[in-house]
C-alpha cells in the first residue's frame, strides 16, 4: 500500500460469518489473555490460556498451534489471526485432537455459523448476504435500543430520588 501504511482491520467487515456479539466475545477472550498488552498473544500467554481451559499443550504442541494460523510469521497471534482460529472451526477445518480444536471447543464461543458457504448457488449466496447485512443492522438497532432503554431507566431512577429527596428537605 502507499506510503507504507497499513490497511486497518476491520473484525465486523472480514470475518462477517460472526454476529457483533460472537466477535465482542473472542475479543474479550483476546485481551483476557494477551497478558503484555501488546495486541497480540505469545507462546506463554497462549500456554496459560490452554491451561486455564484445562486443555494443557506441550510446548511444540503451542508452537504448531500458532504456526497454523501466523500469517505473518511472527510466531505469536495477532486478534485477526486469533479469529481464523474461530473461522477455521466453524468451517470444520481444525483436527479433532489439535490444540486449536480444543481452544474454540473450550473457549464457549459458539461458532455455528449460518454463512455463505452452503449456498447452492450465486443467488442463495446473494440473498444470504443481504440477510447477514439486514442482521448486522438489526443487532446495531437492537444495541441502540438497550442502550436507550438503560438511560431512560437512570433518568427514572434519578428523579424519582430528586423526588424522594424534596421530601425530606421539607
Not at 466477535?23 to 500456554?47: C, H, N, P, S, V
Not at 479433532?96 to 455463505?116: C, N, P, Q
Not at 444470504?128 to 438497550?146: G, M, N
Amino acid at each position: 500500500s502507499p506510503g507504507g501504511g497499513r490497511r486497518v482491520f476491520s473484525p465486523a467487515g472480514e470475518f462477517r460469518e460472526f454476529s457483533r456479539r460472537q466477535l465482542r466475545d473472542m475479543e474479550r477472550l483476546f485481551r483476557q489473555y494477551d497478558a503484555g498488552k501488546d495486541g497480540f498473544i505469545d507462546l506463554m500467554e497462549l500456554k496459560l490460556m490452554m491451561e486455564k481451559l484445562g486443555a494443557p499443550q506441550t510446548h511444540l504442541g503451542l508452537k504448531n498451534m500458532i504456526k497454523e494460523v501466523d500469517e505473518d510469521l511472527d510466531s505469536k497471534l495477532s486478534f485477526r489471526e486469533f479469529l481464523l482460529i474461530f473461522r477455521k472451526a466453524a468451517a470444520g477445518e481444525l483436527q479433532e485432537d489439535s490444540g486449536l480444536h480444543a481452544l474454540a471447543r473450550l473457549s464457549e464461543i459458539d461458532v455455528s455459523t449460518e454463512g455463505v458457504k452452503g449456498a447452492k448457488s450465486f443467488f442463495e449466496a446473494k440473498v444470504q448476504a443481504i440477510h447477514d447485512a439486514s442482521r448486522f443492522e438489526e443487532e446495531i438497532k437492537a444495541e441502540q435500543e438497550e442502550k436507550k432503554k438503560q438511560a431512560e431507566e437512570l433518568k427514572q431512577r434519578k428523579a424519582a430520588f430528586k423526588e424522594l429527596q424534596s421530601t425530606f428537605k421539607q
